[in-house]
């Protein structure tokens, strides 16, 4: 059964850090670039950051750049996304994905997990 668990969300306040992890199970990992997408309410999910199958290239937006890192743990088939200097327009439910495009596209979705940051 393929997994995507995401934890490590919670209220902080503004200025606050908060480390996310997303642990994958039922595929191989390696395969699969895993990003990390978050939706506000009343706003569309967006794209936050994502790191590719290798490791060595990755992704963020401009909203969350110099705050935001995203690495990988092989060995536990983990993502995290470390995050630092949390604003109030941070705060959304973040969701892991991991995708590949060959040999046939393919993604799954974790269920979430809620970032409240304060004023």
């Given at each position: 059964e393929?997994?995507l668990?995401?934890s490590?969300?919670?209220?902080?306040?503004?200025?606050?850090?908060?480390?996310?992890?997303?642990?994958?199970?039922?595929?191989?990992?390696?395969d699969?670039?895993?990003?990390?997408?978050?939706?506000?309410?009343?706003?569309?999910?967006?794209?936050?950051?994502?790191?590719?199958?290798?490791?060595?290239?990755?992704?963020?937006a401009?909203?969350?750049?110099?705050?935001?890192?995203i690495?990988?743990?092989?060995?536990?088939?983990?993502?995290?996304?470390?995050?630092?200097?949390?604003?109030?327009?941070?705060?959304?439910?973040?969701?892991?994905?991991?995708?590949?495009?060959?040999?046939?596209?393919?993604?799954?979705?974790?269920?979430?997990?809620?970032?409240?940051?304060?004023?």
């Open positions: 393929v997994q668990v995401e490590g969300g919670g209220l902080v306040q503004a200025g606050g850090s908060l480390r996310l992890s997303c642990a994958a199970s039922g595929f191989t990992f390696d699969y670039a895993i990003g990390w997408f978050r939706q506000a309410p009343g706003k569309e999910r967006e794209g936050v950051s994502c790191i590719g199958s290798s490791d060595i290239s990755t992704y963020y401009d909203s969350v750049k110099g705050r935001f890192t690495s990988s743990d092989k060995a536990k088939n983990t993502v995290y996304l470390q995050m630092n200097s949390l604003k109030p327009e941070d705060t959304a439910v973040y969701y892991c994905n991991a995708n590949r495009f060959f040999p046939k596209l393919t993604d799954y979705w974790g269920q979430g997990t809620q970032v409240t940051v304060s004023s």
